[in-house]
């Protein structure tokens, strides 16, 4: 089992920036590829950026340029590094670990950014 603490949301305006961390506990050694999605109200949950172990990483077309994602294996920790924030970029953030042919993985408990205009 992999437990999966999330931090760092909170409301911001437009323009500004916000790290979220997700950390890790458990056996994380079958985890290969740690993402961070996200639901806005009245959406699907959607995929906003992911890193394999290899560091291979992936963005949303919406976040690209402005969002960064990177972890820190010695913390069992992922960050999400957001700039550049549009309203639209409000929803409950969720982290998410899994294996490569893991279809679910594991998620954390959300946190919620708001970005006022």
């Known amino acids: 089992q992999v437990q999966l603490a999330e931090s760092g949301g909170g409301l911001v305006q437009a323009g500004g920036s916000l790290r979220l961390s997700c950390t890790a506990s458990?056996?994380?050694?079958?985890?290969?590829?740690m993402g961070w999605y996200r639901q806005a109200p009245g959406k699907q949950r959607e995929l906003v950026a992911d890193?394999?172990?290899?560091?291979?990483?992936k963005f949303a077309d919406s976040v690209k340029g402005r969002f960064t994602i990177s972890r820190d294996n010695a913390k069992n920790t992922m960050y999400l590094q957001m700039n550049s924030l549009k309203p639209e970029d409000t929803a409950v953030y969720y982290c998410n670990f899994r294996g490569f042919t893991d279809s679910v993985g594991y998620w954390g408990q959300g946190t919620q950014v708001t970005v006022s205009s």
């Open positions: 458990g056996s994380i050694f079958s985890i290969n590829v």
């Open positions: 890193i394999t172990t290899g560091g291979t990483t």
